[in-house]
């Protein structure tokens, strides 16, 4: 760059040089020769050179003789992998990892030589982002954020013709709300006051208990709220955090980050994936004993990868441990609207310690919500919310300068969280298209899930369990020991290698159960229940060729 630099500028130099040659010379129309360029050019007279000129030359009087040591390669750097940060190296996260990795070579193959592969798309079932795969997002939603990212269109008369009448009523409320009436600028540090009461207004509606808008911290999605939370709650790598086992590789990701360590407690898959107290206990124990101080239990309901729901019994148990050991609990909420089957319904732990009649002082809760799943799927959008309970006004005033280190959550997000949580209602114009278009995806979900469990269980080797909620099977696979061996001889994790030549076969993405976790000796995959309902059935028909393929290839 500075080689480059230096080049034109001898050039200016010459030419202005040249010029100014040539002009006195013009009686003659005699060119003057150009001037040969020495290393170190003189100083330029100010009566006759250009400003521009002047700067070239000084710049270049600047600069080192070509022979000296600057001009050589500068020194490699001396960043390496192994003198990066060990926690970042520590940090994994499967369900972006070299499964995906080797979709996207794929699908990079197939845009460049159609026809390259057995298949004709990838079908990314990996990850829970629902409008990826298709899914239109709610209609009610979309009008509102773009009313209040383009106010000037609220008082043109073409408006009312394009746009819901509650819709923008609600855009103009919003809009109210947001000082400047801008969504572009900077909000408190929490989120946008007014939308933090209307988050409020829906957790008690849906709780039947209050809710304080001040306990709201407005986040760009869950994820960077769980992120706040390790950070705050871990000092070094003997304060644990007991996680479900399996659990969303963002949690061990997030703890490895910060310098904790992960406590794992153990689902009973035999029982649908139950979470069991005497376990609980049991890692509780254990991890004292190794000098670890455990400040935290993470409950993920419905479940992710597992996608069971809990029980009222059951959560009521697990309130009790908290409150018995000192816990903070970490509800993993964000599924709350995923919900399956008729015998189940989704309950927040904060109203279940209040039926018990636990209040502030008797535990520390944080409930985490998202845009990004429910049947809203607004993944990209970045929308999310903690509710923060039980935690001294010091601890509060922590939580709040960490969140202020951050600026603000984005505004399109701090909306659409709002929305989330005050929908259109009975009487209003778009409740009923949104009540439609809600109940469509969600009964849509519900039977994926019931097809793609159903395959799965049809399968030589494959038991799943029930999906209750959440957007994912989470199904056991026994695997020949043929297949086993195979897998060590290309030093891959069992369920890794099937997962590698279930992709290559067929174009499907699904994750390997050791990304989440799993009882060692087990082996298993995480699939979303996402692909739009008219593609289920390739899904089926191309996994079922596969499997029926590779076991008979691995047979024992």
């Not at 845009?111 to 798309?121: A, D, W």
């Not at 990868?305 to 697990?318: F, H, K, S, W, Y």
């Not at 049947?375 to 709040?400: A, D, L, N, W």
Request: neutral net charge.
């Amino acid at each position: 760059m500075r080689r480059s630099v230096a080049d034109k500028a001898r050039k200016l130099v010459k030419t202005t040089t040249s010029n100014r040659s040539l002009s006195s010379n013009s009686a003659s129309h005699r060119p003057s020769p150009l001037p040969r360029f020495p290393l170190s050019p003189p100083p330029a007279s100010s009566s006759n050179s250009s400003p521009l000129s002047q700067f070239a030359l000084r710049f270049l009087t600047s600069l080192p003789s070509p022979s000296s040591d600057s001009m050589a390669p500068p020194p490699s750097s001396s960043l390496t992998v192994d003198t990066l940060n060990p926690k970042v190296l520590k940090c994994e996260y499967a369900v972006r990892g070299e499964i995906v990795t080797l979709a996207q070579q794929l699908q990079q193959e197939l845009l460049e030589n159609p026809g390259s592969h057995p298949f004709h798309e990838i079908l990314y079932c990996n990850i829970g982002n629902p409008q990826s795969l298709g899914q239109q997002p709610i209609t009610f939603f979309r009008e509102v954020l773009a009313l209040c990212d383009h106010p000037a269109i609220l008082d043109k008369s073409e408006t009312q013709g394009l746009f819901s009448a509650d819709a923008i009523e609600r855009a103009w409320q919003i809009l109210d709300q947001i000082p400047g009436r801008a969504t572009g600028a900077y909000s408190h540090s929490q989120g946008i006051k007014g939308l933090r009461d209307t988050i409020a207004a829906g957790i008690e509606a849906r709780d039947g208990f209050p809710a304080d808008p001040n306990d709201i911290f407005l986040t760009d999605g869950a994820s960077p709220a769980v992120h706040m939370m390790m950070q705050l709650l871990t000092r070094s790598e003997e304060d644990g955090i007991l996680c479900p086992i399996p659990q969303y590789p963002l949690y061990s990701a997030s703890i490895a980050l910060h310098g904790g360590t992960l406590v794992p407690y153990y689902l009973n898959e035999a029982t649908g994936w139950g979470l069991e107290i005497p376990e609980l206990k049991k890692q509780l124990e254990a991890a004292k004993s190794k000098g670890i101080t455990v400040r935290s239990l993470v409950v993920i309901n419905p479940g992710n990868p597992t996608g069971q729901v809990l029980a009222e019994d059951n959560q009521r148990g697990i309130v009790e441990f908290c409150k018995e050991e000192g816990l903070v609990l970490l509800a993993d909420e964000v599924y709350q609207e995923n919900i399956y089957v008729p015998d189940k319904k989704f309950h927040s732990f904060k109203k279940i310690s209040r039926t018990m009649g636990y209040g502030d002082k008797d535990i520390s809760l944080v409930s985490f919500q998202s845009v990004s799943k429910g049947y809203y799927g607004e993944c990209g959008k970045r929308g999310g919310y903690m509710e923060v309970t039980g935690f001294s006004p010091e601890i509060r005033e922590q939580i709040y300068k960490v969140a202020s280190v951050n600026l603000c959550s984005n505004i399109s997000g701090q909306i659409l969280a709002s929305l989330v949580m005050s929908p259109p209602k009975v009487g209003d114009e778009s409740y009923e298209s949104y009540s439609a278009e809600k109940d469509g995806i969600l009964s849509s979900l519900s039977r994926r899930a019931k097809t793609l469990e159903d395959a799965f269980n049809s399968l030589e080797g494959i038991t799943c369990n029930k999906a209750e909620g959440a957007m994912y099977l989470f199904p056991s696979i026994h695997l020949p020991q043929k297949a086993i061996k195979a897998a060590e001889a290309a030093k891959t994790a069992p369920d890794a290698f099937y997962c590698r030549r279930l992709l290559n076969a067929t174009g499907i993405v699904v994750v390997p159960g050791s990304g989440f976790g799993q009882v060692p000796g087990t082996w298993h995959f995480r699939c979303t229940i996402l692909p739009q309902e008219d593609k289920i059935p390739a899904v089926v028909s191309r996994l079922t060729d596969f499997h029926k393929g590779f076991m008979d290839e691995f047979r024992n």
